[in-house]
């Protein structure tokens, strides 16, 4: 059978195409990895009126090949690698109609890549409104492409671009925009020949982008280097004279199609947004005050969502208690995997709002704001304005915030960024805060309005985001880096958020979410419970022998002979040994051997935690007892001293734990494949755990 | 004069870049030499700047913005 055929959407930042590649696709579409680089791969299937389907995939937004930064470098790399498994069979230019000048150089170097392209004129209700009149089989005729107008927002003309699509030739017909051999004539012609590549514009960007470029096996690129050292090639230069070429033949086109009489409104009425969301004053004020209105939100609103879960679970388990045969396979069953989901399951709600949020943050244009006020302030910790963005996400989720900061161009803030990210209480950190401030931060309201529950763990956050920025800068003086840092970004005038991207951003996160998180607190759960049921050698034989003697039938009910045992049982399980092993270390935090389990298991992410403490405290216990793992923990006892295991000292050394220690496996496999580098996560991993250490011990020698 | 030393609301005519690397950049984001550029606001802790350029705003470090010449 014939593979489908494959489009690339290209573009500029904030031209629609995104919403583009949403109308085409729906919620037929996935998030996967480009080969070789972690950039996300936005891919999904469209059907064309003739009933082909055919796949589709988003490319990052950039204004130019030459990318300046990580993610931007994959656009070259697709489109010019055949062997690239993504390499599209047509490429769809998205411009902005009411920009078409600085549109256009994108699509010229496109063009001159040799690959069928149509171009997409975005937005042309608006630029109809900023009275830009725009002759569009003039410019079809004028670069010998197909030129389809649309405006996404409002899912006007995507039949004409499916058409469009549909009917393109398989060969590239358009017009060759400047004389690209000219720019560097002896190396186009000894880079083409050397690595047998036909056309010279390729050529000349393989010149400019050996280095980074992952196609290229490490000979052809040491012929490249040969052949720039040899002519003196001088890339800045180049790329200059090549981008005033590109913009006098654009200016030219443009001169006999395009007549342009005032400015966008959008721009007027934006600018006076920004008067106040941008004020010296005010637009601290109301960034924090939108901050603060999200988490009261998030609380507030899937407060009731989350309670409906909860009750699906329990209903779940006693059903299973119910019907199920009872023995160690319903045990596994109900008392590891379904705990254990239920403990995570459980903030469904809260991650969707969140990134809901987020996404209406960037999707509005009011995170570029952010950006821009926060840069100096940020620059002096040793970040970027950029970095704003990955740290507010990392209050969801560390994995996708950390990728974000690709848009970050100098490496050194980057990496920063990268580094401290992580510090960001997320998501999963949420259930372990929610449930110990539950346990020992009484339910009551001071001075009128403060909920002390609330303000607990507000403290909380706002004590990561103040750790996160203290460690960036020590940092800044610790990492090396010549290279200057750039801030030349777009602002994008003021829009309504798109509600079908952030539904669909929501419907990911969470699917991501579910599929992932449910992955490990599976495997984690079954693991845990088998270590936690089995110990080495005749442990558990002599146990039971123990319990069966006199000593102890004569003296204690059979009931409470067979709680000492499980507990004893737990003891001595391979779990049990594992806590109890780490037990020296961790008890000048206040914390007990099960905690020492929960510890553990924890590395591998941290919503593990409620589950983990609901199989322990379920294999101990009896199956019937419905009781939820807070009750179970709230009557914990020390079992030397007979005090509650959870005390305010002891609960809030736990959490100074969670808030700072590296417990989450995917985000340092994403730490490592963005900095390409072990030494990075390995050196986040020991710095937080260090930190987590030292905060915690001082927490509970304060506070008992 | 520079594009750093621009009142906000004054705006100016790009002549030149003095930073090669930088001038590339800026270029692709549509800052041409003859274009007009107007400064629109600063941010409010005095740096970065946001400027008005061939139909968009952008914004730009002081530092970014000393390398345009301005007619």
């Given amino acids: ?704 | 004069m520079k594009l750093s030393q621009l009142q906000i609301g004054q705006q100016g005519i790009i002549k030149e870049f003095t930073d090669l690397e930088m001038s590339v950049k800026l270029m692709e984001m549509g800052c041409l030499p003859g274009e007009c550029i107007k400064l629109e606001r600063i941010a409010p802790l005095g740096d970065p700047i946001a400027v008005s350029v061939a139909g968009y705003q952008l914004s730009l470090r002081k530092l970014e913005a000393s390398t345009i010449e301005l007619i």
């Fill in chain 1, 1 to 704: 059978m014939k593979n489908k055929k494959r489009i690339a959407l290209v573009g500029n930042p904030n031209t629609g195409k995104s919403t583009i590649f949403n109308a085409l696709t729906g919620l037929n579409q996935k998030i996967g990895n480009f080969p070789g680089v972690t950039v996300d791969k936005k891919s999904g299937f469209t059907k064309l009126a003739d009933g082909e389907t055919i796949e589709v995939i988003d490319l990052p937004g950039t204004y130019s090949l030459y990318p300046k930064s990580a993610d931007e470098t994959i656009v070259f790399e697709v489109l010019a690698d055949k062997q690239n498994s993504a390499h599209p069979d047509m490429v769809v230019v998205v411009a902005d109609a009411t920009n078409l000048k600085r549109n256009l150089l994108l699509f010229t170097q496109i063009a001159d890549l040799g690959l069928p392209v149509i171009l997409a004129l975005n937005m042309i209700d608006l630029a109809k409104k900023g009275n830009i009149e725009i002759d569009i089989d003039g410019l079809a005729k004028r670069l010998n492409v197909q030129v389809v107008a649309l405006a996404a927002r409002k899912s006007q003309g995507l039949d004409d671009l499916k058409k469009a699509i549909q009917f393109q030739s398989e060969t590239a017909l358009q017009a060759s925009t400047i004389a690209v051999k000219s720019l560097a004539p002896e190396i186009i012609s000894e880079v083409a020949t050397r690595l047998n590549i036909s056309n010279p514009y390729v050529a000349l960007q393989v010149a400019h982008q050996h280095g980074n470029l992952k196609y290229l096996s490490k000979d052809e690129r040491q012929e490249v280097q040969e052949v720039l050292q040899q002519h003196s090639f001088h890339s800045p230069k180049i790329q200059a004279s090549e981008t005033i070429a590109r913009y006098s033949f654009i200016n030219e086109v443009l001169l006999d199609t395009v007549k342009h009489t005032t400015v966008a409104i959008e721009e007027s009425i934006s600018n006076k947004i920004d008067h106040y969301l941008t004020h010296k004053v005010w637009g601290f004020v109301i960034f924090i005050g939108i901050l603060f209105a999200i988490f009261q939100s998030i609380f507030a609103w899937s407060e009731y969502p989350m309670m409906l879960i909860e009750t699906l679970f329990v209903w779940l388990e006693k059903l299973g208690h119910d019907y199920l045969p009872a023995g160690a396979l319903t045990d596994l069953l109900i008392d590891g995997v379904l705990a254990g989901l239920s403990g995570v399951m459980v903030f469904i709600p809260q991650i969707a709002l969140l990134f809901a949020f987020i996404s209406v943050l960037e999707d509005t244009g009011y995170m570029a704001r952010v950006t821009f006020m926060m840069d100096r302030l940020m620059r002096k910790v040793g970040l970027n304005g950029k970095s704003v963005v990955p740290m507010i996400g990392g209050l969801a989720c560390a994995v996708p915030s950390i990728m974000s900061a690709r848009t970050i161009e100098n490496w050194k803030e980057r990496m920063i960024t990268i580094m401290v990210t992580p510090l960001v209480s997320c998501s999963a950190r949420l259930p372990i805060y929610t449930l110990l401030i539950s346990l020992v931060v009484p339910n009551k309201i001071v001075f009128g309005f403060i909920q002390l529950q609330g303000l607990a763990l507000m403290g909380l956050y706002v004590m990561s985001i103040v750790a996160a920025i203290l460690v960036a800068w020590v940092m800044k003086f610790i990492l090396k880096s010549k290279l200057k840092g750039y801030f030349i970004m777009e602002l994008p005038v003021y829009r309504m958020p798109r509600w079908r991207n952030v539904g669909l951003t929501m419907y990911e996160s969470v699917k991501t979410f579910v599929t992932e998180a449910g992955k490990v607190i599976i495997a984690v759960s079954i693991v845990l419970w088998v270590m936690a049921s089995y110990g080495p050698g005749d442990r558990f034989e002599k146990i039971e022998q123990k319990y069966s003697g006199p000593a102890y039938t004569q003296k204690f009910s059979e009931e409470e002979i067979d709680r000492m045992a499980a507990s004893e049982k737990l003891e001595n399980s391979y779990a049990g040994l594992a806590g109890k092993a780490i037990e020296p270390g961790i008890k000048p935090l206040g914390f007990d051997w099960k905690i020492g389990i929960a510890l553990i298991t924890s590395f591998a992410a941290r919503e593990v935690f409620v589950g983990t403490m609901a199989t322990l405290y379920s294999v101990e216990g009896d199956a019937d007892d419905m009781n939820s793992v807070r009750e179970k923990m709230a009557n914990a006892k020390n079992a030397e001293t007979g005090l509650p295991v959870f005390t305010v000292a002891s609960a809030f050394s736990l959490m100074m734990f969670y808030a700072f220690a590296m417990q989450c496996m995917s985000t340092m496999a994403v730490v490592y494949r963005e900095t390409k580098h072990i030494k990075w996560p390995v050196i986040q991993f020991v710095y937080m755990l260090v930190l987590a250490y030292v905060a915690s011990y001082l927490t509970y020698v304060m506070l008992s």
